[in-house]
T-cell receptor, first 116, second 116 residues
Framework: AQKVTQAQTEISVVEKEDVTLDCVYETRDTTYYLFWYKQPPSGELVFLIRRNSFDEQNEISGRYSWNFQKSTSSFNFTITASQVVDSAVYFCALHSSGAGSYQLTFGKGTKLSVIP | DGGITQSPKYLFRKEGQNVTLSCEQNLNHDAMYWYRQDPGQGLRLIYYSQIVNDFQKGDIAEGYSVSREKKESFPLTVTSAQKNPTAFYLC???????????????FGQGTRLTVV
C-alpha cells in the first residue's frame, strides 16, 4: 500500500513571503516517483515536477524549489517570494510500480492563499 | 496539439439516471485514470486502466463502471447505484514506458457533475 500525507490543509501568506508545503509519503517499493501538481481555480491539474527515488538532488526552478529526503520520506515544496498567482491547491503524488501496479496516489492537497 | 479532453465540462443528472463522462487522449498513453474530487478530500481513485481491454478498481469504484475498448478513450459511467455522485471528476493519462519522462500524468479539465 502507498500513502501520501499533506498535513497542511490551508496556508495563507502575504505576498513576497516564502512558503513551504510539506509532503510525506509511504511506500514499500524501492523504485518510485514523486510529483507535485498545481490546481488553479479552473480545476485542471498542472504538472510541476517529477522526482525518482534514485535521485535525491534538490531542484530549483525560478521561484520554486523542491527538497527530497529519503531518510524522512519527505518531498517538500518551497515557493520563494510568493505572488498572488501562486494561489491554488497543490497536490503531492506518488507512483510506485511494485507488483506491476500503475497506481498514482495523491495527498489531500494544500490550499495556498497569497494575500496582496 | 496533444492532450487529454474531458466532456462535458458541466453535467446535470436527475436522481436514478445513469450518466457517462467522456475522456479522450491523443498522447498515445497506455494508462488512463479516473479520479473524484470532493472538497477537503483531495483526489480519490475510481478506476484505472493500464492497457486496452483491461481496467482495475481503485479505492471508490462502487457505483461506477468503465470500459477501455480503444487506447484513446476511457469513458466513466456513473450509475444510479452511486449514492452521492455530485463531485468534480478528473481524467488522467500517462505513459508506462521505461523512459522516466513518461511517468507524469496529464489531466483533463474535469467534469463537474451535479445531481438534481
Amino acid at each position: 500500500a502507498q500513502k501520501v500525507t499533506q498535513a497542511q490543509t490551508e496556508i495563507s501568506v502575504v505576498e513576497k513571503e516564502d512558503v513551504t508545503l510539506d509532503c510525506v509519503y509511504e511506500t514499500r517499493d524501492t523504485t518510485y516517483y514523486l510529483f507535485w501538481y498545481k490546481q488553479p481555480p479552473s480545476g485542471e491539474l498542472v504538472f510541476l515536477i517529477r522526482r525518482n527515488s534514485f535521485d535525491e538532488q534538490n531542484e530549483i526552478s525560478g521561484r520554486y524549489s523542491w527538497n527530497f529526503q529519503k531518510s524522512t520520506s519527505s518531498f517538500n515544496f518551497t515557493i520563494t517570494a510568493s505572488q498572488v498567482v501562486d494561489s491554488a491547491v497543490y497536490f503531492c503524488a506518488l507512483h510506485s510500480s511494485g507488483a506491476g501496479s500503475y497506481q498514482l496516489t495523491f495527498g489531500k492537497g494544500t490550499k495556498l492563499s497569497v494575500i496582496p | 496539439d496533444g492532450g487529454i479532453t474531458q466532456s462535458p465540462k458541466y453535467l446535470f443528472r436527475k436522481e436514478g439516471q445513469n450518466v457517462t463522462l467522456s475522456c479522450e487522449q491523443n498522447l498515445n498513453h497506455d494508462a488512463m485514470y479516473w479520479y473524484r474530487q470532493d472538497p477537503g478530500q483531495g483526489l480519490r481513485l475510481i478506476y484505472y486502466s493500464q492497457i486496452v481491454n483491461d481496467f482495475q478498481k481503485g479505492d471508490i469504484a462502487e457505483g461506477y463502471s468503465v470500459s477501455r475498448e480503444k487506447k484513446e478513450s476511457f469513458p466513466l459511467t456513473v450509475t444510479s447505484a452511486q449514492k452521492n455522485p455530485t463531485a468534480f471528476y478528473l481524467c488522467a493519462s500517462r505513459g508506462t514506458g521505461h523512459d522516466t519522462k513518461n511517468t507524469e500524468a496529464f489531466f483533463g479539465q474535469g467534469t463537474r457533475l451535479t445531481v438534481v
